[in-house]
């Protein structure tokens, strides 16, 4: 695989040298100069200097053979153009674009660059996950394949509570996947039992959220 990554500070350097160990291609484009310094005595010829969101930098890149593009700026608008850059003009199937400020993701759903990345929104999952406050908690999006990932927990006298998962009228396209009992997953099968204070991970389309809510928090 050829992967060309636009935005060579920590994280773009770190994916390149894992590609690297994987025993794929890589080329960093990077547009600061100082930074790009560093990148060229580790990556050698694989560090191109300049600006990413131009086409010609991106040709000389070899974007038009890439297999996948990374767009890991500091820069949200960049990651966009970058994105639609190598989407639409160099033709390359697969874009992964690093979200800096959740509150743009709207922008790259509306323009269609995805799948998207954004590290404040992982971090938040986390703390939701490990310290809940909310019944709810979105794990992960598929954006592109219109899927979510959700946790929600099972709350006493619930329609969920003591009720097989096979008896569970749940809402058409949602699948409860995996139970989380004391910290232990398992995966989820037709006559697993539920009980308040579980965790059920269900895979969902977007929209189900109210009815999962009704379903296993009584909310």
Known sequence: MYAVIV???????????????????????????????????????????????????????????????????????????????????????????????????QHFDLLGVAPTVCATESILSLIEHEVPQHSLVHLFSLRRENLDMIEIGVVAESRADGTRLADLDLPRGTLVVSVLRARIG???????????GDQVVVIAEPGHEPALMELFAGE
Do not use: W
Request: with cysteine; aromatic share 4%.
């Open 7 to 105: 935005g060579g500070g920590k994280v773009g350097a770190n994916v390149g040298r894992a590609l690297l160990r994987m025993g794929h291609e890589v080329t960093i484009v990077e547009a600061r100069s100082a930074r790009f310094g560093t990148l060229e005595a580790e990556f050698e010829h694989m560090a191109r200097y300049g600006d990413g969101t131009e086409i010609f930098v991106l040709e000389a890149a070899g974007m038009a053979r890439a297999d996948v593009c990374i767009a890991v700026t500091g820069d949200d608008e960049d990651n966009i153009v970058i994105g639609q850059v190598a989407r639409d003009h160099f033709a390359v199937e697969n874009v992964v674009a690093r979200v800096n400020d959740p509150r743009n993701q």
């Open 186 to 196: 398992r995966v989820a099968r037709p006559d697993t039992v539920l009980a308040a």
